[in-house]
């Protein structure tokens, strides 16, 4: 199970980390990934982070903003987010598949993820 939380409301520039915690699975096992999902929006990709931490991978229009990392011993995957722009309003979705599944798959399709969180919504005011 995937529990995403740190949403909320901010003003543009300003900064949020959202967490995304994993009961009953472990993150060094698994491909883990950030998802949004704007209103009237298909869900897109924004960040992923490999079973071993060493590959990251941001869609362009995050990169330089938002940062992506683990902890292991929490067993939880945050997404760091400054500079934030009103464009950046969405629900956030943390997602996840076993690395043993992922065969090559690439990081940035949703469809590729097997597990999801619930969203936290993220609003940035202009």
């Known amino acids: 199970q995937l529990q995403a939380f740190g949403g909320g409301l901010v003003q543009a520039g300003g900064s949020l980390r959202l967490s995304c915690a994993a009961s009953g699975r472990t993150v060094s096992s698994y491909n883990m990934g950030w998802f949004r999902q704007a209103p009237g929006k298909e869900r897109e990709f924004v960040a992923a982070i490999t079973w071993s931490g060493r590959s990251i991978y941001y869609t362009d229009s995050v990169k330089g903003r938002f940062t992506i990392s683990r902890d292991v011993a929490k067993n939880t995957v945050y997404l760091q987010m400054n500079s934030l722009k009103p464009e950046d309003t969405a629900v956030y979705y943390c997602?996840?598949?076993?690395?043993?599944?992922?065969?090559?798959?690439?990081?940035?399709?949703?469809?590729?993820?097997?597990?999801w969180g619930q969203g936290t919504q993220v609003t940035v005011s202009s």
């Open positions: 997602a996840a598949k076993p690395v043993t599944l992922w065969s090559g798959r690439s990081y940035d399709t949703s469809t590729n993820y097997d597990y």
